[in-house]
T-cell receptor, first 113, second 115 residues
C-alpha cells in the first residue's frame, strides 16, 4: 500500500517553463515532507522540505506548496532548465518512526532545451 | 558526492545464492539506512541501524539481514536469492537516530541482478 501517491509519472517541459509535481497522503501522523532529486546513476539527494504548519516554502527556483486540509503537497520548478532533468520523489516522515521515509513512486522530469 | 560509499556497484548472481552489500556512512553519521529501489515497488525502506543497534524495521524479507559494525559501516546480507530480488539497493546515513529533518545522505547504490 503506497502511503504517498505521486503524479505524474513522467513530465516533459520546455526550457523556461514551470514543472509541477503533485503528491497526496492519507496518514495525518506525517509531520515532515521532503522532496528528493535523483540523477541517473546517483542516489537521491534532498532538494527541499516542508513542515505541515507552513503553506509554502521557496528555495531559489523550487517551491513547495502544502495544503494540510486536502493532505496534498506539490513541487513547482520555475524557469525549468535542462539540468533539472531528473527523477523527483516526494516523501513523508512520521516523527515517531524516525528515519523511515515513505516515498512516492517518482516523477521523471525531462526539460527540453 | 554524498560521502556515503557503497560496494559493489554492480553484482550479478544466480538464484539461490547469497550476497553481501557493504556501506560506509558519512564521517560522523551514526545512523545507517537500507532502501530497495525497484520498478514495481519504488523506493522501500528496509532497515535502520543506529550506533550498532537495530532502530527500525521496514519491509525487509526474512531472507535478508543486516548489521552495523563498531566502525559504523554496515552490511546487508541477502540469501536464497530470487529473481524478484533484482533491484537497486541504497544505503543512506544521517547524523542522529532520526531523520525527522528529512535529510538522509544516499550512496550511489548497489545494483543486484539475479539470473
Amino acid at each position: 500500500q503506497q502511503q504517498v501517491k505521486q503524479s505524474p509519472q513522467s513530465l516533459i517541459v520546455q526550457k523556461g517553463g514551470i514543472s509541477i509535481i503533485n503528491c497526496a497522503y492519507e496518514n495525518t501522523a506525517f509531520d515532515y515532507f521532503p522532496w528528493y532529486q535523483q540523477f541517473p546513476g546517483k542516489g537521491p539527494a534532498l532538494l527541499i522540505a516542508i513542515r505541515p504548519d507552513v503553506s509554502e516554502k521557496k528555495e531559489g527556483r523550487f517551491t513547495i506548496s502544502f495544503n494540510k486540509s486536502a493532505k496534498q503537497f506539490s513541487l513547482h520548478i520555475m524557469d525549468s532548465q535542462p539540468g533539472d532533468s531528473a527523477t523527483y520523489f516526494c516523501a513523508a516522515i512520521r516523527g515517531s518512526t524516525l528515519g523511515r521515509l515513505y516515498f512516492g513512486r517518482g516523477t521523471q522530469l525531462t526539460v527540453w532545451p | 558526492d554524498s560521502g556515503v560509499t557503497q560496494t559493489p556497484k554492480h553484482l550479478i548472481t544466480a538464484t539461490g545464492q547469497r550476497v553481501t552489500l557493504r556501506c560506509s556512512p558519512r564521517s560522523g553519521d551514526l545512523s545507517v539506512y537500507w532502501y530497495q529501489q525497484s520498478l514495481d515497488q519504488g523506493l522501500q525502506f528496509l532497515i535502520q541501524y543506529y550506533n550498532g543497534e537495530e532502530r527500525a524495521k521496514g519491509n525487509i524479507l526474512e531472507r535478508f539481514s543486516a548489521q552495523q559494525f563498531p566502525d559504523l559501516h554496515s552490511e546487508l546480507n541477502l540469501s536464497s536469492l530470487e529473481l524478484g530480488d533484482s533491484a537497486l539497493y541504497f544505503c543512506a546515513s544521517s547524523v542522529g537516530a532520526g531523520a525527522n529533518t528529512g535529510e538522509l545522505f544516499f550512496g550511489e547504490g548497489s545494483r543486484l541482478t539475479v539470473l
